[in-house]
């Protein structure tokens, strides 16, 4: 039977979930109540009261578990807990951190808001950092790794870990997509020295705008806290602790308690968030299992993926544009790399001031250190493997709002489109 007897002529989607968030779309009364109390309290600066009446403080306590880590600070932004985590492991001028092709560019503007170098390293079919490609950019000035387990994917942290432990070398997770993921049971931020969190709009839960800097290191924790808080130690004594190492200067990357308040309230819903998220996940790979011609993304752990992305491989990229668009026809929200209108900013050669050195610094710091000159170069087409892998990628978002009768739909545009090709 040829396709046209097999499938409707009519798009296949049905019942399409209204938004494609995933914390913002669970806002509810809870986040009204607890919003609402800090805001009745007066009171939306986070320090100078009671933990138990900080919003942000009952946030961190609870997210200190959830991840298991000994210390948690909540910081205004995912940039700023990458920021706080990198001075929290000492990386400093001219210091080479190695991150992947594939991230968003924050990741790589935070090693140089620190005066570090980023290394740009390739990603393979899990579109995480590829290890052994990690181990070839190695050079004497590495000090860092920063796996960044994107779409909700676990890095490949066993292999990662390894190589970290062989060169002495310091591992930042990046978890700002990946909030309750996990790695062979491990939570994600946990693995390595420190972690960083996003709670941004697009993130699995939100605080509007906010992040977390994780870590079991309390010196590296009270570093990262002197840095997001120029009064850090005054805050700390007040709470009767006192800081182990000599305050240095800081920002200002302090959580209000009105974003404290909303973070709270989403962190309760995470687990069902994510629960969700997996059973759709499951329903689609169950559905696509015999389509032909597609390769599934190489998940390093099925049972932590937080599943926020179904991601396929095809043969080349002029059919994956053409998969996607096929796809998008039948209603489905699909994407492949090269069909949006607009450079996608997680790609490392759209990375406009990093390509070309570009600094806010007058004399061009970090690139034109007097002591330690940049000894690294960027080429738009130094990632080949990369671009090669993320050129053929057909990638579906998830919701946990999507009924089964949306991913049964799904599943058979799929099929139909898939069986044109
Ligand atoms: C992988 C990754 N790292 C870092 C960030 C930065 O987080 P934020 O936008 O909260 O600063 C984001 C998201 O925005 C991200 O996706």
């Excluded at 986070?46 to 609870?62: G, H, M, N, V």
């Excluded at 985590?85 to 808001?113: F, K, N």
């Excluded at 000090?143 to 994917?153: E, F």
Aim: proline content about 5%; hydrophobic content about 40%.
């Amino acid at each position: 039977m040829n396709s046209s007897d097999t499938y409707p002529k009519t798009p296949c989607v049905v019942d399409k979930p209204q938004s494609y968030s995933y914390g913002p779309q669970e806002i509810g009364e809870e986040e009204i109540a607890m919003v609402t109390e800090a805001l009745r309290s007066k009171n939306l600066f986070r320090y100078l009261k009671p933990e138990d009446e900080s919003f942000t403080a009952r946030f961190e306590k609870e997210f200190a578990q959830m991840t298991q880590v000994d210390h948690v600070l909540a910081v205004n932004s995912g940039t700023s807990a990458l920021i706080c985590a990198l001075v929290g492991l000492g990386i400093s001028s001219g210091d080479e951190v190695i991150v992947p092709a594939y991230t968003y560019i924050a990741t790589a503007a935070a090693v140089l808001t620190v005066r570090g170098i980023p290394v740009i390293a390739e990603i393979d079919e899990s579109l995480t950092l590829d290890p052994a490609d990690v181990e070839r950019k190695i050079t004497p000035r590495t000090k860092a790794i920063i796996p960044v387990h994107m779409r909700g994917t676990p890095s490949r942290m066993d292999e990662l870990m390894a190589i970290a432990k062989k060169h002495g070398l310091l591992v930042l997770e990046d978890c700002a997509q990946a909030n309750g993921g996990a790695y062979k049971g491990k939570p994600l931020g946990s693995i390595g020295d420190a972690g960083a969190f996003s709670l941004q709009q697009f993130k699995i839960i939100t605080a509007g705008e906010g992040g977390a800097f994780v870590t079991n290191d309390r010196t590296a924790f009270e570093r990262g806290g002197c840095y997001h808080c120029s009064a850090f130690e005054f805050w700390m004594r007040l709470a009767n602790q006192e800081l182990t190492i000599p305050p240095f200067v800081g920002e200002n990357y302090r959580m209000s308690d009105l974003n404290g308040a909303l973070a709270l309230a989403q962190l309760r819903k995470r687990e069902w968030i994510l629960g969700r998220l997996r059973e759709i996940k499951k329903r689609f790979l169950a559905g696509i299992a015999d389509v032909k011609n597609i390769k599934m993304q190489d998940v390093p752990d099925a049972e932590g993926d937080c599943s926020t992305s179904l991601v396929f491989f095809i043969e080349s990229s002029e059919i994956a544009k053409n998969v996607a668009a096929g796809l998008r026809d039948e209603g489905m929200a699909a994407g492949s790399v090269f069909d949006k209108g607009i450079p996608d900013r997680h790609i490392y050669y759209h990375w406009d001031y990093i390509m070309e050195k570009r600094s806010p610094d007058m004399y061009g710091h970090p690139w034109t250190d007097a002591a330690r000159p940049c000894q690294v170069e960027y080429t738009r087409d130094m990632c080949p493997q990369s671009i090669d892998i993320l050129s053929r990628t057909v990638s579906i978002p998830l919701t946990q709002r999507m009924s089964d009768a949306h991913v049964d739909s799904c599943i058979c545009a799929i099929h139909k489109v898939m069986s044109r090709i």
